[in-house]
Nanobody, 127 residues
Framework: EVQLVESGGGLVQPGGSLRLSCEGS????????MSWVRQAPGKELEWVST????????NYAASVKGRFTISRDNAKNTLYLQLDNLKTEDTAMYFC????????????????????RGQGTQVTVSS
């Protein structure tokens, strides 16, 4: 059974930082590209970032580029998202996801359609 378990969320002031983690199990982690998506209150799901399986190529949504960093440790079956210079508009539930739908196209294109997604970790940015 595929499981994705996020952690690391919390309450942080604007300009602060957080590091999110997502531990995967039930599949060969190193074989799969992984992504982060988020959903703010009252808004639709938004793609944040994707990292490829072995080469570690990355892509980011324009809204987070330069502030967020996606990475992975295949030996630990863990995906990370470093969130720096956080803004109030980053407040959302953050989910890790795998197995993007084919309709999303190439790996670096934005995508919110995934076969598997974790239960999420809440990030709240507020003073």
């Amino acid at each position: 059974e595929v499981q994705l378990v996020e952690s690391g969320g919390g309450l942080v002031q604007p300009g602060g930082s957080l590091r999110l983690s997502c531990e995967g199990s039930g599949f060969t982690f190193s074989d799969h590209a992984m992504s982060w998506v988020r959903q703010a209150p009252g808004k639709e799901l938004e793609w944040v970032s994707t990292i490829t399986s072995l080469s570690g190529d990355t892509n980011y949504a324009a809204s987070v580029k330069g502030r967020f960093t996606i990475s992975r440790d295949n030996a630990k079956n863990t995906l990370y998202l470093q969130l720096d210079n956080l803004k109030t508009e980053d407040t959302a539930m953050y989910f890790c996801a795998k197995d993007r739908d084919r309709s999303c196209g190439v790996w670096y294109s934005p995508c919110v359609l995934f076969k598997y997604r974790g239960q999420g970790t809440q990030v709240t940015v507020s003073s």
